[in-house]
């Protein structure tokens, strides 16, 4: 069974850096045709996409976020990371990491259970 | 606002049948992108409902059921239990602008 598990600080400063790990256990980010993926869901509303990683190292990103987001992958821990500057308050969510596959368009089969990041000074 | 119209609530009785539409445009859905369903318990991540249109991974039960036609797709749950109040959610893909994949905006499943 596929495991994914968000780590990193639950509160970040307004125009900080959140950085958030996604562990990935029971399948390898190095093999296959997953795209490994990250989705946010701000308090009390809906799901956003944020962008994928590929283990080729092929990204995806929200156009709305991506002159702020980073996304990278150790295939030797398997993990991948999210990197997203210049928070602000907008930014406070709850954050999954999710396995993405693609048929004509990406669905996720596998989530983490989410992390809560909160944007407070 | 959701690129992807949902209904905010909808409501059943035990053993009813409820839909949940998913509305969209000649982008998205309109354009052949396939749609995908996620099912919300309180407090928990999303699961895989339905995938590519009508599929249902391992373990769903064959009560759920997805369609799609023209801009707009549906998912349809039969014999209504407790344990499937919820927020839904679908999912596809949309070309406009760089391409993003987008949700709809998500509907409360209340079982009376």
């Known amino acids: 069974q596929v495991q994914l598990q968000e780590s990193g600080p639950g509160q970040v400063k307004p125009s900080q850096t959140l950085s958030l790990t996604c562990t990935v256990s029971g399948d390898s980010i190095s093999i296959g045709g997953y795209y490994w993926t990250w989705i946010r869901q701000h308090p009390g509303k809906g799901l956003e996409w944020i962008g994928y990683i590929h283990h080729s190292g092929s990204t995806f990103y929200n156009p709305s976020l991506k002159s702020r987001l980073t996304t990278s992958v150790d295939t030797s821990k398997n993990q991948f990371f999210l990197r997203l500057t210049s928070v602000t308050a907008a930014d406070t969510a709850v954050y999954y990491c999710?396995?993405?596959?693609?048929?004509?368009?990406?669905?996720?089969?596998?989530w983490g259970q989410g992390t809560l990041v909160t944007v407070s000074s | 606002q959701s690129v992807l119209t949902q209904p905010p609530s909808v409501s059943g009785a035990p053993g009813q049948r409820v839909t949940i539409s998913c509305t969209g445009a000649s982008s998205n859905i309109g354009a052949g992108y396939d749609v995908h369903w996620y099912q919300q318990l309180p407090g928990t991540a999303p699961k895989l409902l339905i995938f590519d249109n009508n599929n249902r991974p391992s373990g769903v039960p064959d009560r759920i059921s997805g369609t799609k036609s023209g801009t707009s797709a549906s998912l349809a749950i039969t014999g209504l239990q407790a344990e499937d109040e919820a927020d839904y959610y679908c999912?596809?893909?949309?070309?406009?602008?760089?391409?993003?994949?987008?949700f709809g905006g998500g509907t409360k499943l209340t079982v009376l």
């Open positions: 999912q596809s893909y949309d070309s406009s602008l760089s391409g993003v994949v987008v």
């Open positions: 999710a396995r993405g596959w693609y048929s004509s368009s990406w669905y996720f089969d596998f």
